[in-house]
């Protein structure tokens, strides 16, 4: 194998099988890390030079190697403040998670808007009674996470999306309505300034309160501020069930570069499309997915630039109360609570759920026995997790509103469900589309989260490329690491090439799988032995280290003149 160098490097990692997320194959080599980055990659056909040394050395032992994943949709955004351990992603191989998803998160704020959105995403990220939350402005929010732990920063790296949602609500609040001009000049006020203090892009949650208040052209509008920070708009668009292919049609032309012939006064916005946990379900959906791909094919031929995530199982995660019609959130969280105690009131919201089917459960009549209940914020309400509102109204003698109607009103608008309305063959069929990432949606709070939220990345690994073979394992870690890192604009991330950042994860191919499941959805997984960020383990021998290498991750760019 050759002579041996005096020690350089900080540490080498020696014989392993480098999958360098460029989706060739993988090939053997050392990998040398001197101060968090790639110093240098021996491989092996390189014949008898001197080997690279360092202080410490792993003997990778024909472990594959790769870039650490990114998790492209997270709602980690309070639990990376609460929790330095973080195995939840950690023990994933995760290294970067995109946080501020869905339109919803707790920046840009003022003291209003932040108590009205700790309420509104309770059974998303917890009430946040244990965290002080001492910022206002994305930039103060991101300059947290830096100096978190007494400064020693967070589990895992996080960039962030502005939250096009709390920005509506800090500048409209919960009116559906139009925005007047001076309302549309400062949320495009806001988002200037959160894009220049280094958010990648904006997010919005289209069937979620307030923000699905906002017509094509405020969206349009806010857009064309993302576009001239190179950033990207990521939609939960306004439909995944009745209409979803409309919905994405929606979304593609808001976000094209230029008119097609025939477009009239459309309003488009120049801006990268990030299509947020992109999928086709409810009975109207299945087998849809080929229509979903040839929209998308059609518009990257005409030059679109259009990403997606995925995670890797059929059921969805969101919140109880997001199944209601928009007019009865209209107002926010107290309301809602106000409606839903008035008889009358309630009666017609159980109407547009169960008879013509509400805008947030997706146009589809609501069936019960699809809405699981996977977390309570109440103790005293635990007996309904785990059950589907069907059972536990079958167990109470009541009809399934009766049983949902209470636990909305008792647990104050915090129960998290599972909704199972996916369909096997459309989330295969996506997976393998050229522009899809990997996104895990992870929701950490309730007793019984979805296991995605544990699970997603090996479960791509495992499942769906060792035992199904829909994508090789080569191809597949290009879609977990340099397709994600391209669209977050980050030059030195996603690829194992010398002189990037030392984000790695060190797995067996034969036995990497989920751990986590419906049952035990919190089990970690196994076959990742080794996990580093900043060329430092966070993850050692299959245990968490106590290093907190995570940091913000900011974007440099230039931004272009005004639109």
């Known amino acids: 194998m050759g002579t041996e160098r005096p020690h350089t490097m900080d540490l080498v990692i020696r014989d392993a099988a480098v999958i360098d997320g460029t989706g060739t194959p993988s090939y053997r080599a050392d990998i040398g890390i001197t101060d968090g980055r790639i110093a240098e990659i021996r491989q092996e056909s390189e014949g008898h030079g001197p080997r690279p040394t360092a202080r410490r050395t792993l003997d990778a032992g024909g472990l594959a190697l790769s870039p650490g994943f990114v998790d492209m949709h997270a709602h980690s955004d309070l639990a990376l403040l609460r929790d330095p351990d973080h195995s939840a992603k950690a023990a ?189 379900n409810f009975g109207v959906n299945k087998g849809r997915a080929p229509d979903l791909l040839a929209l998308l094919d059609d518009a990257l031929a005409a030059g679109a630039d259009i990403s997606l995530d995925t995670y890797p199982y059929t059921p969805g995660c969101t919140t109880l109360v997001a199944m209601l019609p928009s007019w009865a959130s209209e107002g926010g969280p107290e309301a809602v609570l106000a409606r839903l105690a008035d008889d ?36 005293a309400l635990a007996g309904h997790v785990g059950r589907t509102v069907a059972e536990s109204a079958r167990l109470r003698g009541e009809a399934p509103w009766v049983t949902a ?40 709070q309730g007793d019984k989260p979805h296991p995605r939220a544990y699970g997603t990345f090996p479960h791509y690994l495992g499942r769906y490329v060792r035992e199904l073979g829909i994508l090789s394992l080569e191809e597949c870690i290009a879609h977990l690491t340099s397709r994600p890192a391209a669209r977050l604009r980050l030059p030195d991330r996603g690829y194992v090439r010398e002189g990037y950042r030392a984000d790695l994860v060190l797995f067996d191919p034969a036995t ?45 760019r230039p931004v272009r003149g005004s639109r």
């Open 344 to 379: 009358a009131t309630a009666e017609t919201v159980r109407h547009h759920l169960e008879v013509l089917g509400s805008d947030g459960c997706h146009g589809v009549p609501i069936e019960w026995d699809t809405i699981e209940i996977s977390g309570v914020s109440v103790p």
């Open 92 to 280: 994933q191989g995760v290294t970067l998670e995109v946080l501020g998803q869905d339109g919803l998160s707790y920046a840009p704020v003022d003291t209003r808007t932040l108590a009205e959105v700790r309420k509104a995403i309770t059974g998303w990220n917890g009430d946040g009674d244990d965290i002080d939350f001492d910022w206002r402005t994305v930039g103060e929010y991101l300059d947290r996470l830096d100096r978190n732990f007494g400064g020693e920063g967070i589990a895992v790296n996080a960039a962030y999306l502005i939250p096009q949602g709390t920005v509506r609500m800090y500048a409209v609040g919960w009116d559906d309505r139009p925005a007047t001009d001076a309302e549309l000049t400062r949320m495009k006020e806001l988002v200037a300034q959160g894009m220049a203090d280094g958010a990648v892009g904006m997010s919005s949650g289209l069937t979620y309160t307030p923000g699905m208040y906002a017509d094509d052209a405020e969206l349009t509008e806010m857009c064309r501020v993302v576009a001239r920070y190179d950033g990207y708009y990521c939609p939960h668009h306004r439909s995944y069930g009745a209409g979803a292919l409309g919905a994405y049609e929606e979304m593609v032309r808001l976000t094209l570069r230029r008119a097609p012939k025939g477009a009239g006064e459309a309003p488009f916005a120049g801006c990268a499309l990030h299509l947020a946990h992109a999928t086709m």
């Open 512 to 556: 990497v799988a989920a751990g986590s499941t419906f049952e035990a959805p919190r089990t970690l997984p196994v076959g990742i032995p080794h996990v580093l960020i900043d060329g430092r383990f966070v993850i050692e021998d299959g245990r968490r280290t106590p290093v907190l290498a995570g940091r913000a991750v900011r974007p440099s």
């Open 405 to 444: 109607r209470r636990l909305l009103l008792d647990d104050r608008l915090g129960s998290t469900i599972l909704q199972h309305v996916g369909h096997e063959e459309n989330v295969r069929q996506i997976m393998r589309h050229r522009v899809h990432t990997g996104g895990s949606d992870g929701i950490l």
